[in-house]
């Protein structure tokens, strides 16, 4: 055996630059600190919803690319004060906050629907073509690729050219009965526990809360089974359910969320997968589809 090659190996490696240090660990917030202007994005106001309640207002963002016909239906009865004097009438502990018209079901006192639709298709899913899609890099049990689309948390099954959105804390779903195409999008629930993704493809959603969820996440719960309350008068009475584009621009909440085709959206999935802070000792690696926060700041701020 002869000593050239080695020697020619240690030679190499004796000139060869050492290796970049590893970019130093930015959290979250510095990461976001970071960003320009031009990675976060304004909801158009007809795609957002003010909920009015004593206790403050939550915002919602609708979402059209996943229930067009239902996301109509909401646009029609909120220009038509539908909810306005309803109540958050089911508080389910884990689960979710319903409101709407606790009469619905009670033919002789169910508020008139007005020009809405009484009849839609279940928008449980859409096709894939033009969706834009912003992978997330980890395995889930619910969908062969999950990610981002349109801003919100999404499944997405490319051999079957299916997408839909996910159950995820802050999701809005329109409420239904047993058959599929039951629902029109008058009754609605707030997701405010661990996300039941079993119900993905089974309900159709139309938005996510984007600012005030605690407000609903801290009612007080109702009884078992379902959280429905037995007294009237432990509702949270509804002040009103306005389209942002039909408020006075002065009396707008305006947001605005991180795009998730960024590079600083993909820095930030990153340091949530691996926390190397002083706090965490080992990296997980990993990340849920629904613990990815989707930030959210007053546009201005």
């Not at 802050?170 to 661990?194: F, H, K, M, P």
Request: aromatic share 8%.
């Amino acid at each position: 055996m002869t000593l050239r090659p080695m020697l020619f190996a240690c030679a190499l490696a004796v000139l060869a630059p050492p290796a970049a240090a590893a970019a130093p660990y930015r959290s979250m917030q510095q990461i976001l600190d970071a960003s320009p202007a031009s990675d976060w994005r304004e909801p158009a106001p007809e795609n957002v919803l003010y909920l009015e309640l004593d206790a403050g207002r939550v915002v919602i963002e609708l979402a059209p690319g996943f229930a067009p016909q239902h996301v109509a239906n909401i646009r029609t009865l909120a220009r038509a004060g539908f909810w306005d004097g309803t109540s958050i009438y089911r508080v389910q502990d884990n689960f979710v906050a319903q409101f709407g018209d606790a009469d619905a079901e009670d033919a002789a006192r169910a508020k008139d629907l007005g020009a809405a639709e009484r009849k839609l298709p279940a928008e449980f899913e859409r096709g894939i073509q033009g969706l834009a899609f912003d992978v997330l890099p980890d395995a889930d049990g619910w969908a062969p690729q999950v990610g981002f689309a349109d801003g919100f948390a999404a499944g997405r099954d490319a051999a079957a050219g299916k997408a839909w959105m996910a159950h995820c804390y802050g999701v809005v779903g329109a409420g239904r009965n047993l058959d599929a195409d039951s629902s029109i999008g008058a009754e609605l629930y707030v997701v405010i526990g661990q996300s039941p993704r079993q119900l993905d493809r089974n309900i159709t959603q139309v938005g996510r809360v984007i600012q005030g969820i605690e407000l609903l996440s801290s009612l007080r719960r109702g009884p078992e089974p379902m959280g429905f309350y037995a007294d009237p008068a432990q509702r949270t009475p509804i002040r009103a359910v306005r389209l942002a584009s039909e408020v006075p621009p002065q009396e707008r909440t305006r947001m605005q969320l991180l795009r998730t085709d960024t590079q600083t959206f993909r820095d930030m999935v990153e340091a949530r997968r691996n926390r190397r802070d002083d706090f965490y000792k080992r990296p997980a690696g990993h990340i849920d589809l629904c613990n990815v926060p989707l930030p959210v700041r007053v546009a201005g701020s």
